[in-house]
């Protein structure tokens, strides 16, 4: 009766857990996964630092001496400009400066104060990169634009990560499944037909003349001239390695298409057996609030800490040794479920039964009939009822004891 509200509950979240996991979860993955692909493919934020040059913009190379927090002033500006990929040409000092990025971060603005800047010009006839002469320019204000559009972030199509299966729903991991079968139904197909492709008989040459002898001849080969024998033997020998490295390559195939299969048939039986946890953990957890009484909340707390520990552990190795197909899915997934169980049924019944298994008394008395049992076992009880083996172990055993114990 008290669990009846309990209960209710459960189901409720049971529901509401398998709704997220099957519909939700895929949907907010695929949102997750993208974003976080796009952030890493993102460049760091542009920052100057005193005394390092900074390759962050593509194509300049800018380094500071000194900086000023509160005025944003740069000091002993150094710019190396290889915008026109022939190397150090151009070269830009300057005693201050400023920087400010545009409204939409798109460009960075750079005003430069008193210097210099250096370029050098090539020739267009003749050689090729070849220095014409220098340029040397006097400023007191030169203004420069960066482009910022390798800061900005770029978003990758959703479409491109929604074949994974931590993307898709019960449907779409159903139809994933199937999809794989008749992937590795193509690639059998394929590989039979490049096989008797490869092993097909060529007659055409044989003479139709019948051999007319007493005996038969000791090897094909012998039926052939010297000179056709090697190209017969290096056709055979391509074909042979031609067909082991279809082999090789289909048996490949066919193990990442069922490498691939297991993990969608994984991501399908989690979003059942999670929901179906949430039951398990509630007859474990109740019944243990009334077979529990002493040590307040500590001991339950403890105990459910245990628990959760448990299934999880089970939870992951049971994944793991699903994927290596050392445990068939079902089982690898449902272990957790399969292991705590039965434990459920038994805390449940002892909650609400008169037996107490966990009082002391009951563990003492458990521990007695397992000693009896042992006792029970050892073949020197059952020798020690016959007599002549009580006389025997008396007669020779007796001065023994004695010599060891005298004063006994």
Same mark, same amino acid.
């Given at each position: ?149 390798? *800061? ?71 039926? *052939? ?132 298994? *966990? ?50």
């Amino acid at each position: 009766r008290i669990l009846r509200p309990m209960i209710a509950a459960t189901l409720i979240v049971t529901a509401f857990s398998f709704v997220m996991s099957s519909y939700v979860v895929p949907w907010s993955n695929l949102k997750l996964y993208s974003l976080l692909y796009d952030i890493q493919r993102l460049k760091p934020t542009f920052t100057l630092k005193p005394g390092h040059f900074n390759t962050a913009i593509d194509h300049y190379v800018i380094r500071i001496e000194d900086k000023d927090v509160r005025t944003d002033m740069l000091y002993r500006v150094m710019i190396y400009d290889h915008t026109s990929g022939q190397g150090n040409d151009r070269f830009v000092v300057a005693d201050s400066g400023t920087m400010i990025n545009d409204p939409y971060g798109r460009y960075m603005n750079m005003t430069l104060y008193h210097g210099v800047s250096y370029e050098e010009t090539f020739e267009n006839r003749g050689r090729p990169n070849q220095v014409e002469g220098y340029v040397r320019l006097y400023y007191d204000t030169l203004f420069y634009s960066f482009d910022l559009a390798g *800061f900005a972030l770029e978003r990758t199509e959703e479409a491109a990560f929604s074949s994974h299966q931590y993307m898709l729903n019960l449907s779409e991991l159903q139809a994933a499944v199937d999809s794989i079968d008749g992937v590795k139904g193509e690639v059998l197909g394929i590989f039979a037909k490049e096989v008797r492709k490869s092993i097909k008989v060529d007659t055409s040459f044989l003479s139709l003349a019948v051999y007319d002898g007493k005996d038969a001849p000791g090897s094909i080969l012998s039926q *052939f001239q010297k000179r056709k024998r090697k190209t017969i033997l290096e056709g055979a020998l391509n074909n042979s390695r031609r067909i082991q490295s279809l082999t090789a390559k289909a048996v490949d195939i066919l193990d990442k298409e069922d490498r691939a299969k297991r993990e969608r048939k994984i991501e399908l039986h989690m979003k059942y057996a999670l929901p179906m946890a949430c039951m398990v953990f509630l007859f474990i957890g109740a019944p243990f609030g009334s077979i529990i009484r002493r040590g307040g909340a500590g001991v339950p707390i403890i105990v459910s800490i245990i628990f959760y520990l448990a299934f999880n552990v089970l939870m992951i190795q049971g994944k793991k040794m699903a994927i290596e197909n050392v445990l068939s899915v079902w089982t690898g997934v449902w272990l957790p479920v399969l292991v705590m169980a039965p434990l459920a049924l038994f805390l449940t019944f002892e909650s609400v039964t008169t037996l107490n298994l *966990f009082s002391v008394n009951t563990f003492w008395t458990l521990w007695r009939a397992f000693l009896r049992l042992l006792l029970w076992l050892n073949p020197l009880y059952w020798l020690w009822k016959i007599p002549a083996f009580q006389r025997f172990a008396i007669r020779f055993l007796g001065p023994i004891i004695r010599r060891l114990f005298p004063n006994r």
